[in-house]
């Protein structure tokens, strides 16, 4: 029979029950962010992490169970529904449907930051050989974009040329994209030109009438 959590307190010790049948020394901790409903933290001795929810006080029963990761913003994250029968069984649920997308989404989530990074050093590699083209050129890291920009010597004007940066190239393809837009509304919005108009047309002149000789 499902159990009926009303009560954070019920919840917690709920929460408690399915982290000692998940084993691997687990050990739960609150979870104040989740303001939806009730909610634990169970975390693994490995630092694998679910959280317990309840979404909806309605159905004390029905459970969302979440993978914590440590970065979920370029992953999406994972989640199971399970029935609270038992502590036993919502940790079966887990072990059995969640923890392997787990894995999965980590590793994906490890594979996007490796990807950055390496980015991230390319752009690096590249700014730093134009410096070196450049005497006395300072390096500049943005966000995904690395900049070069050359320093004038003591008692010269400053150089008026922008400095020599290295951007990715999926910034540069949308500001393309944007820049074509832009233009596309420009032309939909002109007038349309009007018909030239002839100023010195003559009109013709009325028919003379003669009147008959008397």
């Not at 693994?44 to 990761?69: F, H, I, M, W």
């Not at 003559?202 to 003669?210: A, Q, V």
């Amino acid at each position: 029979m499902p159990q009926e959590l009303t009560t954070q307190e019920q919840f917690d010790a709920f929460a408690d029950d399915v982290a000692r049948e998940l084993g691997t020394h687990c050990r739960t901790a609150p979870l104040p962010e989740y303001v939806r409903g009730l909610a634990r933290l169970i975390v693994d001795g490995d630092g694998r992490a679910v959280r317990l929810c309840q979404p909806d006080a309605e159905q004390p029963s029905r459970l969302k169970v979440y993978a914590a990761l440590p970065d979920e913003a370029q992953v999406q994250t994972p989640s199971i529904r399970v029935t609270a029968i038992s502590a036993r069984h919502v940790a079966r649920e887990i072990t059995r449907r969640l923890y392997p997308l787990h894995t999965e989404a980590a590793e994906l989530a490890a594979q996007i930051a490796a990807r950055q990074q390496a980015e991230a050093s390319a752009r690096a590699a590249v700014a730093e050989a134009v410096a070196d083209a450049l005497p006395g050129a300072r390096i500049e890291e943005q966000y995904r974009r690395t900049r070069a920009a050359p320093r004038p010597a003591i008692g010269s004007p400053p150089d008026s040329r922008p400095p020599v940066q290295r951007r990715d190239r999926g910034a540069a393809a949308h500001r393309a994209r944007s820049a074509r837009h832009r233009r596309h509304r420009r032309g939909s919005h002109r007038l349309q030109p009007q018909p030239r108009r002839h100023r010195n047309r003559r009109r013709p002149l009325p028919e003379r009438i003669h009147a008959a000789d008397a």
